[in-house]
């Protein structure tokens, strides 16, 4: 079986060479095999130019001309993804991904169809966590789900299921959307845990973002 790694970047000069060498590294185990999908959204600070360089087997790099935000990269990456099941990977180092196999091996034994991984956030600023936790009560209130972290990128998700999603969001109001779809259309969401080293810098805005992805879940509740 063959995993799709996506990844959309934008102006991650200083670490997505760490990024694509974490990731080659995972060993899936016997029998699996991956590809990795970088969609270079608009980047300005050299990092087109460190992909260009990069001779990675398995990887293929994709370019956005102009910015089209994390969502339209993610349907980029999606719409050229050729494996059986499909993983969302940020670009900075806050997730492992040595963590996919925990995902994988439900996956591969037959036992999900969509793996969320879920963090601890307690080292997070207090105002992202609570937009989290807030975010993620929400979801749960609304779709009458057990989730303990929708907002995280490790989402893992079987492709069939993946190609149904027909992804609109362009921000970060993309993980409401793909949990609100998945679970109006009846699968479930299964979750194990993953490590996590929240970053300083962040080009999310609790106020900015947060507002959207709430309107997201219910928009996706109620009226479509």
């Known amino acids: 079986m063959k995993l799709s790694v996506l990844i959309p970047v934008y102006n991650e000069h200083e670490t997505i060479e760490e990024l694509i ?12 095999e991956m590809e ?45 993804a050729t494996g059986d099941a499909v993983i969302f990977q940020d670009a900075d180092l ?22 969320y991984g879920v963090r601890d956030l307690s080292d997070q600023a207090l105002t992202r966590r609570l937009g989290n936790q807030f975010l993620t009560w929400a979801t749960n209130l609304l779709y009458g789900t057990r989730l303990r972290d929708m907002e995280t ?3 893992m998700i079987t492709m069939p299921i ?3 999603l027909d992804l609109q969001a362009n921000r970060f109001d ?8 998945i679970v109006r259309a009846g699968h479930t969401i ?7 080293q929240p970053r300083v810098i962040r080009k999310l805005s609790p106020w900015r973002d947060g507002w959207p992805a709430l309107w997201t879940l219910i928009k996706y509740r109620f009226f479509r």
Do not use: F
């Not at 993309?174 to 779809?181: G, L, Q």
């Not at 299964?190 to 996590?196: A, D, E, L, N, R």
């Open 36 to 80: 990795i999908i970088v969609v270079d959204d608009g980047s300005t600070d050299g990092t087109r130019d460190l992909l260009a360089q990069m001779r990675v087997p398995g990887l293929r790099v994709i370019e956005h001309e102009q910015n089209r935000g994390k969502g339209g990269a993610i349907r980029t990456a999606l719409a050229a």
């Open 190 to 196: 299964h979750q194990v845990p993953i490590s996590y």
């Open 153 to 155: 990128c490790y989402k």
């Open 94 to 115: 806050e997730y492992d991904p040595q963590d996919y196999t925990r995902l994988w091996d439900l996956i591969v034994r037959g036992q999900a169809q969509v793996v």
């Open 162 to 164: 993946a190609q149904t």
């Open 21 to 32: 060498r974490r990731v080659t590294a995972v060993d899936l185990g016997p029998g699996s």
């Open 174 to 181: 993309m993980e409401p959307e793909i949990t609100a779809k």
